[in-house]
Nanobody
């Protein structure tokens, strides 16, 4: 089945940068979108950035101008460049893949991002 492997999380100070990576494998085709979601302690999961098969991108308002999502179609990978990180960005970040060939989306294991001084 589809499997997503994430990397790039860590503990950084405010203003620092991180680049999250997610590689998908396992019979993937007809991808509609890939994206990043996050869940902070005590809060609802929220979409951070999504990129569609056409290349269109959507961002959470609070990360616009700081985060950039990109894809490498040949590698079935998605990336999230996170600049000027703020404490409120602290959360577990999850990679997501939605395909027209499956009845449900797929999720990565999650990677912890902690922004603290």
């Amino acid at each position: 089945q589809v499997h997503l492997v994430e990397s790039g999380g860590g503990l950084v100070q405010p203003g620092a940068s991180l680049r999250l990576s997610c590689a998908a494998s396992g019979g993937i085709f007809s991808i509609r979108s890939m994206g990043w979601f996050r869940r902070a302690p005590g809060k609802e999961r929220e979409a951070v950035a999504i990129i569609t098969s056409s290349g269109s991108t959507n961002y959470l308002d609070s990360v616009k101008g700081r985060f950039t999502i990109s894809r490498d179609n040949a590698r079935n990978s998605v990336y999230l460049q996170m600049n000027n990180l703020k404490p409120e960005d602290t959360a577990v970040y999850y990679c997501n893949l939605d395909s027209a060939s499956y009845t449900r989306p797929f999720w990565g294991q999650g990677t912890q991002v902690t922004v603290s001084s």
